[in-house]
């Protein structure tokens, strides 16, 4: 089992910044890919990007590329989520999963582990 632990969540205005961290309790090969999905009121989650925790490869949604840097810290066991241009549509609760690997990564329902989730507002 791994438990993935969500912070850094937080509200700030259209054009600021936020980093998100997700811990992971261990490393497994059931966790190799480790992703942001986020998920706002009455839509779909969504993935916003992804890291193969073994090669570094990153991923990203159209809609933050750019604005977004998935990284991490394998010695803390923690990927992190650098968001920057922070707009009102990025509102909502992120969380961060983890599966084994990263192909098809937007597929929400093929992760394994779960976080509990932190709460991202921009306001206008």
């Known amino acids: 089992q791994v438990q993935l632990v969500e912070s850094g969540g937080g509200s700030v205005q259209a054009g600021g910044s936020l980093r998100l961290s997700c811990s992971r309790s261990?490393?497994?090969?059931?966790?190799?890919?480790m992703a942001w999905f986020r998920q706002a009121p009455g839509k779909e989650r969504e993935g916003v990007a992804a890291?193969?925790?073994?090669?570094?490869?990153?991923y990203y949604s159209d809609a933050v590329k750019g604005r977004f840097t998935v990284s991490q810290d394998n010695a803390r066991n923690t990927m992190y989520l650098q968001m920057t241009s922070l707009k009102p549509e990025d509102t909502a609760t992120y969380y961060c999963?983890?599966?084994?690997?990263?192909?098809?990564?937007?597929?929400?329902?093929?992760?394994?582990?779960w976080g509990q989730g932190t709460q991202v507002t921009v306001s206008s």
């Open positions: 999963a983890a599966r084994q690997l990263c192909d098809n990564w937007v597929r929400s329902t093929e992760y394994n582990y």
């Open positions: 261990r490393r497994f090969i059931a966790s190799n890919c």
């Open positions: 890291i193969d925790s073994l090669g570094g490869t990153t």
